[in-house]
């Protein structure tokens, strides 16, 4: 692959991870404050609240597959790039995003990709809130997590997602190819 290919595809990584991150995040900005959010205590309760706000679901529901859609096209995109140092990484963590393991996939792009120390180690700290994220349900016995548990759930995995972001927006960052002697300017 190419320098410029390279540059492109990491380009287009960056756009697909900052796109799911923009399209979760709307519709986090739906669900929260309209009272949509799913609380498996209180099932009939849930179907009211999208009974009464139908549009409202129905768009966050087309946020969050949206969101997804391109969080697996940013997964398989990183893991179709071998060429890279530590390609196995890359490829484990394009193969999870695919999956929707987010804290595994998390742990495999920090120490996979290249990147800074400061971003490498803030990967470490938000997988360590995404893994309280999924162990949180697990707390709450068979009743399943309240309300205020699935709020703290989403909560916790923000973090995971914005560091996401950031690696969209480093992905994004336009390098420019150097012209050779040989190109005409």
Known sequence: MSAVEGDSAARLTGVLLLGS??????????????????????????????????????????LDVIGWLALLAAGLLLAARPDRPRAHLSVLAGGLLAGLLWVAATLAAASGIALSTGLRRAGVAVAVSGAAAVVLPWTTGTDGPSAAAEQLGYALH??????????????????????????PV
């Open 21 to 62: 991150l923009l399209a979760m995040l709307a519709g986090v900005g739906i669900v929260v404050p309209s009272g949509l959010t799913l609380n498996p205590a209180d099932p009939a309760a849930v179907l009211t609240a999208v009974h009464a706000r139908v549009e409202l679901h129905l768009i966050e529901l087309a």
């Open 158 to 183: 923000l973090p995971v997602m914005l560091w996401w972001g950031a690696l969209g927006w480093r992905q994004c960052r336009c390098r420019r190819v150097r012209r050779t002697a040989t190109m």
